[in-house]
């Protein structure tokens, strides 16, 4: 009863005014003459548009007499003056740079504004003045209380004249450093503006500013101050007595501060309503005074190298936003800092956002999160949080964005985990932890429905198949999907598709076993932009949903059929297109060529037929183009050589034919040739070293009919790292230039391509390999099988990066060089089926990481060499058609007065050899594992190598991360 007669009164108050209001009006409109234009100040309107640039026709209206009705322009009522220009632009150019183009004023600025002699607000915010000064006249303005001129490009040092605008109570000159290159060498001009509220010098260069504290002191009504981004390096950490107390909100973030520490007097500032001090570099604790600052409302101390400290910011009970995102906290940070939040009364807990992604939490996440059930926004992202997740999570009614990824999350996820989230709209999890089973599971009946409907899901190496259940299913307003390694392996059922049809923008269900058709179902996405469905069992003819997709990953599932002649209408925006491993055929259609912003092309491992498209042309942006593994056949386009930015060419394992076209030498970028594999004939064309195309790194051509000389001009490229004329017709001599193959030399040089698979075939470790990851560790060196002659080259010595030498199957004569023991990384070294003579150099005996010796078939004479790596060589085989080696372990005794021992009974001498070889073989062993716990390179090729399902998360994560940076350069 109380509250309706409160409510009557207020509400007759309320007409009360608006009658007042609208007496007011009709007297002023009736009694009064509207203001007319004062013709002086119209000429000088005129003149200041003249100057102006303004392509879109904004000041249209500014013709006629009466100024005062002109856009932008307002004239006092009672004197007629004009008092308000503002010519803010409503186009930010962030957001649609077209527009902005279009809307945004410029040229010069005319000083007839100094005519204008009761102007007391001007905006020109938001425009494009292309880099000119802010206009030193502007300080003879001295009747503006407002002046607007942030993000207008101008340039150059601020006029201290400004100093004489002694009426401003707002002044607002900040832009986006570089865009804007404003500085200002003295803030001293600014101590004047003592009536000054607002100040935002955002972006503009006040490095060289020792003073601008004490000259903000000079300032006592400031209630905002905006000084982000100033590349301000003095903090003074002490000051006498603070003037500028009425401070609401306070911006210091982005500056490289020297000092390590948050000043003192910044705790004097109890009016605070808001504070920003991230990104700058402190090295401390945060301050326990920092609580008091009982009126903070939003505290963002994000990327600012906290380290711990800070708990007591849970007292602070007004507190609505917290982002300390990107500090180091130590283990028990978040249990502690919980508790300390339990100190507001329950029923004025506010905090609505709390950011503690990347803080180096460790530890289980505490039940006592449950308590803060204001919050909206939780980000736990990218800590080292373990154990399970608390169900407390699901009493946390108000949330709407929950990310919990990148954590070593174990342990169950229930339906009591979200009783409550009734407004989520977006859920994140994922684990660090690998194994299977995977550690963390979603364990929820398959018919739950959830109470929420998102609008966003992200689960990433977590359980939560075999079912697409009705939880997912009820999930109808998705926009943006991933659930990727979460062991699905169901069917999604048309419905969901067709109710996400019409928003979807990103989805991600790759390495899963997803089933079922796809394109039968007639589906279109017209906003979907990122779409990867690779490593699922998905059938049917390849879905090209989307005409605006610009990722499009298909990659290892069973699609089928040809790929629409009509592609590059289909999804012409296409940057990225993978369909690897599939079961498609047909032909490629020459349509391809023309998808504009093409840069990724991946057929590989498929059964398509016909030629390559020729109608390539200069305009082309691709970088990869990966046919490997098909049935293409004829020439390799002569037209490729106008792919201008192509970096990787796989064509390997096809039927193709001819010579290696000499236009490719326009392919400057070339980085890896891949043509193993074909038919293809000729000489290894003189481009290929020469000057234009010297970055290649790999440069596969086994198995071929290719023949003549192996050029000098190979030597030329300093980064190749993989050679392989395996299997090919090459003649000549093995050229003495090859220690000019720099990479193989020197571990400094690397050069790195973009971060695709390439499966290449390599003989390695006396086997055939499919090397599935990426080949920058792989270092090797494969002439075998062809007519090569002459010697060995000592200069190949050099090569002591070199992993894999294979020089076998040649007519290669003269003795092996002994240079060849300082190969210290070399882990295979096959030289079987040559002439070659002489003995086995002695120096081979220090090559420790030699695994895999294969010497067979030469004409070797003497001593096996002794020593702890030979002493690993217990196949005979790797000697057999030498009959004139001899020594352990062959059965032959080395003649002469060097086999002194007396091995005269058999039992002896084989015990030695049983004793040497264990030797050796711990030797060699810890030569390997002792290197690979020491140096880290070595470490990940190995690791790399053998754990494919690590690898495939490694790469997993490093995709992400990239889409991550995609989706946020994309905003
Ligand atoms: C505080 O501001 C007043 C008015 O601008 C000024 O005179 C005084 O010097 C300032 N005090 C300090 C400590 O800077
Ligand atoms: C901060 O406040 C304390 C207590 O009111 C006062 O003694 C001190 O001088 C103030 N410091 C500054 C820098 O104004
Ligand atoms: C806040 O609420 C929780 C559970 O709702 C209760 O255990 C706790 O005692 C309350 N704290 C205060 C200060 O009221």
Known sequence: ?????????????????????????????????????????????????????DPSGRLSSWVGHDCCRWEGISCNNLIGHVDKMDLRNTCYEEWDKLAFNQSRLGGKINPSLLSLKHLHYLDLSLNDFEGIHIPKFFGELTTL???????????????PSLGNLSNLNYLDVGGYYPFEIMHSKNLDWLSHLSSLKYLNLQG?????????????????SLQELHLSNCKIESLPLSLHKINFTSLLILDLSFNPFSTS????????????????????????????????????????????????????????????????????????????????????PNNTLVLESLDLSGCGLEGQLPASLGIVNSLQHLDLSANYMNGSIPQSLGQLSELVELDLSENH??????????????????????????????SLVFNVSYDWVPPFKLLKINIFNCKVGPGFGVWLQSQTELVDVSLSYTEISDSIPDEWWLKLSSQLTWLDLSYNQFQGRLSSKQLTFPKLDYIR??????????????????????????????????????MPKLEEFYISENHLNGIIPPSICRIQNLTVLSLSNNHFSGQLPHAWTSYSQIIIVDAAYNNLSGNIPTSMGLLTSLQILKLNNNNFGGKIPDSLHNCFVLKSIDLGGNKLSGSIPPWIGGSNVSMLYMLQLRSNFFTGHIPRQLCNLGYLHILDLNHNKFSGTIPSCFNNLTSLVRDDLYIYDQSYMQQTMLTVKGQELVYNTTLMLVKSIDLSSNFLEGEIPQEIGSLILLGTLNLSRNHLIGKIPSEVGNMHGLETLDLSNNSL???????????????????????????????????????????????????????????????????????????????????GFIVGFWGVCGTLLVKKSWRYAYFQFFDDTKDKVTLAIALKVARLQRKFSHV
């Open 1 to 53: 009863m109380k509250i309706y007669h409160m409510m009557n009164i207020s509400q007759y108050l309320l007409l009360l005014l608006c009658l007042l209001g609208d007496i007011a009006l009709i007297a002023s409109t009736s009694v009064k003459v509207k203001p007319i234009c004062i013709e002086e100040e119209r000429k000088a309107l005129v003149s200041f548009k003249q100057d102006l640039t």
């Open 145 to 159: 209380r407002y002046l607007n001129i942030s993000f207008a490009k101008f340039a150059g040092e601020i006029p």
């Open 204 to 220: 503009v260069d006040l490095n060289s500013n020792t003073n601008w504290l004490y000259v903000v002191n000079m300032l006592p």
């Open 261 to 344: 520490s948050i000043p003192n007097w910044l705790f004097n500032l109890t009016s605070l309503r808001e504070l920003y001090l991230s990104r700058n570099s402190f090295n401390c604790h945060i301050p326990d005074e920092l609580a008091n600052l009982k009126s903070l409302e939003y505290l963002d101390l994000s990327y600012s190298r906290l380290t711990g400290g800070g708990v007591h910011i849970g007292n602070l009970c007004k507190l609505k936003t917290l982002h300390l995102a990107h500090n180091s906290f130590d283990g028990g940070w978040i249990e502690e800092f919980l508790g300390s939040l339990s100190n507001c």
């Open 409 to 438: 999350w174990d342990g169950i996820l229930t339906e009591a985990h979200f009783t409550s989230l009734i407004r989520l709209k977006g859920l994140s999890i994922s684990t660090y932890k690998i194994g299977k089973p995977m």
């Open 533 to 570: 469905l690779d490593h699922n069992q998905f059938e049917g003819p390849l879905p090209l949903w989307s005409h605006n997709a610009t990722f499009l990953d298909l990659n290892s599932n069973l699609f089928f059929g040809p790929i629409p002649s009509s592609v590059d209408q289909l």
């Open 837 to 919: 003579s002489g003995q086995i150099p002695q120096t081979l005996a220090s090559l420790t990481f030699l695994a895999h010796l294969n010497l067979a078939y030469n004409n070797l004479v003497g001593r096996i060499p002794l020593g702890s790596q030979f002493q690993t060589f217990t196949d005979l085989s790797i000697y057999v058609g030498n009959p004139l080696l001899c020594g352990v372990p062959l059965p032959t005794k080395c003649p002469g007065p060097t086999d002194a021992k007396p091995s005269n009974e058999d039992g002896s001498d084989k015990l030695w050899f049983y004793v040497s070889m264990v030797l």
